[in-house]
C-alpha cells in the first residue's frame, strides 16, 4: 500500500479532472466556447508527454555511462508509453482546431513542429529494430534518443514562439493563464496535468515490468 499510492493519486486525478472536465462551469469565452473544456485534456497529454521523453533521456544517458540492460529497457519503454500520449495530443488538438480554426491541420508552425517530432520517436524505435545486435542496438538508439530530445523542445515549443502562430503562447499570443484560466480551471487544470503525468509514469513501469519478466522467461528458455 506504501508503494501504491502515487497510483491511487493519480486514478483520484484523472477520474477527478474528467468529471470536472465534462460536468464542472467554465468561463465564457468567444469563439472556444464551451471548447475551453478540452484544455483539462489536450494540454496534459503534451505534459505527459514530454515528461516521458524526459525519463527515457535519463535512462539512455544511465545506460551509456554503466552499460546496464535494464536502462535500455526503461528508455525504450518510456519512449513508446510517450508516442501514445503524443498521439492522443495530437488528436485531441487536431479537433480542438477543428472546431475553433475551422481546420483539423491548418499550416501552423507549432503543429508542423509536433509531426516532425513524432516522426522523430518512431524513426527511433524503427532504428532500434533495425539492428539486430543488442549492445550495439542500446548504444546508438541511446545517443539518438539524447539529440532528439532537446531537438524535440526545439521543435514544439522555441520555433513556434519566433514565428507567427495560432497556437495560445506562440507567435507573440497571450496564453492561456493570461486571458482564459480563471479560478473555475486552474485547480481542475492542474490536476489533470499531474495525474496524467502520473498515469503515463505508471504504464511505463508496467511495461518495463512485463518486458523483465519476458526477458527472464526467454532466459529459461
Not at 126 to 151: C, D, G, H, M
Request: aromatic share 12%.
Amino acid at each position: 500500500m506504501r508503494k501504491s499510492w502515487w497510483k491511487i493519486l493519480a486514478m483520484v486525478m484523472v477520474c477527478s479532472s474528467v468529471v470536472a472536465g465534462f460536468m464542472g462551469p467554465v468561463p465564457v469565452l468567444p469563439i472556444l466556447n464551451e471548447t475551453i473544456r478540452n484544455i483539462y485534456f489536450h494540454v496534459p497529454m503534451w505534459f505527459s508527454m514530454i515528461t516521458l521523453y524526459l525519463i527515457s533521456v535519463i535512462f539512455s544517458v544511465k545506460y551509456l555511462n554503466s552499460g546496464e540492460r535494464n536502462h535500455d529497457i526503461m528508455a525504450v519503454e518510456a519512449v513508446n508509453v510517450g508516442i501514445l500520449f503524443c498521439f492522443l495530443g495530437l488528436l485531441t488538438g487536431m479537433q480542438w482546431a477543428n472546431i475553433t480554426w475551422g481546420d483539423p491541420w491548418p499550416n501552423d508552425p507549432k503543429l508542423n513542429g509536433s509531426a516532425i517530432a513524432t516522426l522523430m520517436y518512431l524513426a527511433y524505435l524503427v532504428l532500434r529494430n533495425a539492428l539486430e545486435e543488442e549492445q550495439k542496438r542500446a548504444k546508438i538508439s541511446a545517443v539518438y534518443n539524447i539529440f532528439a530530445f532537446p531537438i524535440m523542445i526545439v521543435l514544439i515549443y522555441i520555433l513556434p514562439k519566433l514565428t507567427d502562430s495560432l497556437h495560445p503562447g506562440s507567435g507573440g499570443n497571450s496564453t492561456f493563464s493570461d486571458i482564459d484560466m480563471d479560478n473555475s480551471i486552474r485547480p481542475v487544470f492542474y490536476t489533470a496535468v499531474m495525474g496524467w503525468m502520473l498515469t503515463g509514469i505508471w504504464i511505463c513501469t508496467l511495461r518495463y515490468r512485463l518486458r523483465l519478466i519476458e526477458n527472464k522467461r526467454n532466459k529459461l528458455d
